[in-house]
T-cell receptor, first 116, second 112 residues
Framework: EAQVTQNPRYLITVTGKKLTVTCSQN?????MSWYRQDPGLGLRQIYY???????DKGDVPEGYKVSRKEKRNFPLILESPSPNQTSLYFC???????????????FGPGTRLTVT | GEDVEQSLFLSVREGDSSVINCTYT??????LYWYKQEPGAGLQLLTY?????DMKQDQRLTVLLNKKDKHLSLRIADTQTGDSAIYFC????????????FGGGTRLMVKP
C-alpha cells in the first residue's frame, strides 16, 4: 500500500531535549516536505527536499533541521525543543515538481508533539 | 507574501449543499486545491483546479474559481455526515515548485 508513515504519532517531551520525528514514504517520490499545523493558521511549511541531499527552508524553519540521505526518508530534528514548537506535524511527499502536473502531495497521519 | 483566508466554521443539515469559501492574494497562483482532513488523520487531496479554469465538477464536488476577485469555493452537494471534517484551501504560487500555501481551514459540521 502506497503511504507516508511518521513516528512517533504522539510525543511529550521537555524543553531542550533533542528529538527526531521520522518520515518514510514507499512511493519513490523525489519531493518530501514537513509542515506544522496550528489552530487557525492552517499548515505552514518548515522544510522541503527536492531530492536526496537537496533540502531547503520553508516558511517557518527556525528551530528545526532536516536531512535527506535516502530517497525514502526525511527526518525532522528538533535540537533543542521549546514550548512554541508544540504543534501537529505532517510529513508529505510527491513526485518531482513539473513532472506530476497536479502537484498532489500525499500526507502522513501526523505527529502530535507537546513540549513542556 | 501570499495569504490564503477561509472562514473558520460552517454548519449545515444533512442533505443540504455546503459552500466553503476561500480568498487568496497571489495573482500568480497556478494551481488551487481543496484538501480534507478527517479527525486524527492527515490531509487528503479532494480536488484541484488550474488557474485558467473557471469551474470543475467531480461527482458531488464543484469548484468555482473567480480569478478577478481571487475567490475559490467548494460546493458539496447532498452533504452527508461523513463529510464532516476540516477543509483546507491551498495554492501553489507560480514557479514555487511544490510549495503549498494553506488557508487556516474551515470546519464543516453536518447535522443529521
Amino acid at each position: 500500500e502506497a503511504q507516508v508513515t511518521q513516528n512517533p504519532r504522539y510525543l511529550i517531551t521537555v524543553t531542550g531535549k533533542k528529538l527526531t520525528v521520522t518520515c518514510s514514504q514507499n512511493m519513490n517520490h523525489e519531493y518530501m516536505s514537513w509542515y506544522r499545523q496550528d489552530p487557525g493558521l492552517g499548515l505552514r511549511q518548515i522544510y522541503y527536499s527536492m531530492n536526496v541531499e537537496v533540502t531547503d527552508k520553508g516558511d517557518v524553519p527556525e528551530g528545526y533541521k532536516v536531512s535527506r540521505k535516502e530517497k525514502r526518508n526525511f527526518p525532522l530534528i528538533l535540537e533543542s525543543p521549546s514550548p512554541n514548537q508544540t504543534s501537529l506535524y505532517f510529513c508529505a511527499s510527491s513526485l518531482h515538481p513539473g513532472l506530476a502536473g497536479t502537484y498532489e502531495q500525499y500526507f502522513g497521519p501526523g505527529t502530535r508533539l507537546t513540549v513542556t | 507574501g501570499e495569504d490564503v483566508e477561509q472562514s473558520l466554521f460552517l454548519s449545515v443539515r444533512e442533505g443540504d449543499s455546503s459552500v466553503i469559501n476561500c480568498t487568496y492574494t497571489d495573482s500568480s497562483s497556478t494551481y488551487l486545491y481543496w484538501y480534507k482532513q478527517e479527525p486524527g488523520a492527515g490531509l487528503q487531496l479532494l480536488t484541484y483546479i488550474f488557474s485558467n479554469m473557471d469551474m470543475k465538477q467531480d461527482q458531488r464536488l464543484t469548484v468555482l474559481l473567480n480569478k478577478k476577485d481571487k475567490h475559490l469555493s467548494l460546493r458539496i452537494a447532498d452533504t452527508q455526515t461523513g463529510d464532516s471534517a476540516i477543509y483546507f484551501c491551498a495554492e501553489t504560487p507560480n514557479n514555487a515548485g511544490n510549495m503549498l500555501t494553506f488557508g487556516g481551514g474551515t470546519r464543516l459540521m453536518v447535522k443529521p
